[in-house]
């Protein structure tokens, strides 16, 4: 899977590694982001048997100097202490998770807007690029608020 950022949340996604649950196997992956001060990576963890599985995510996070830093706190945990952390995450899992993931999605958005917007009064980004992009991004907006409805109220195993 390797390390990809995504431009909407500059969040950067790596595959740790596979643990094995309650004979189930569950892909590890950790999602880090800058938080405006530090990085900081949570685990999340997906039943490899289970394609619509969107994953439960683990409540402790990892901060970290640089991504790298993160990266390197997580890879030296065990598989025990990941066994440890995936209980963790299903026994504090969210009851409305479609409702949170959207919401998250939104305030991601919300974010790189706001970036957009700053980079562009500061000079650092091109007028019509930046045009563009604030475009683009209330557009995702909008998608994603029209969505709001099917969410709300509906609870996810």
């Known amino acids: ?3 990809r950022m995504t ?3 500059d969040t950067q996604d790596t595959f740790v590694t596979t643990i ?15 938080d405006g001060i530090e990085h900081v990576g949570r685990l999340w963890f997906t ?3 289970w394609a619509e599985d969107e994953g439960v995510r683990d409540h402790g996070v990892f901060p970290g100097r640089s991504p790298n830093d993160v990266v390197s706190a ?19 899992r969210r009851k409305y ?3 949170r993931k959207i919401t998250e999605d939104v305030l991601g958005d ?6 957009v917007a700053t980079s562009m009064r500061a000079g650092l980004l091109q007028l019509d690029e930046a045009a563009e992009e604030i ?23």
């Open 47 to 49: 039943d490899t048997e």
């Open 135 to 157: 475009a683009q991004t209330e557009r995702r907006l909008h998608e994603m608020i029209s969505q709001l409805r099917h969410f709300a109220g509906v609870a996810t195993a």
């Open 1 to 3: 899977m390797g390390s």
């Open 7 to 9: 431009p909407d949340t």
């Open 110 to 115: 919300i974010r790189h807007l706001n970036k």
């Open 20 to 34: 094995n649950v309650d004979s189930r196997t569950y892909d590890v992956t950790l999602a880090v982001e800058h």
């Open 97 to 99: 998770y479609g409702l």
């Open 74 to 92: 997580v890879r030296a945990l065990s598989e025990s202490d990941l066994r440890l952390r995936y209980r963790r995450a299903v026994a504090d």
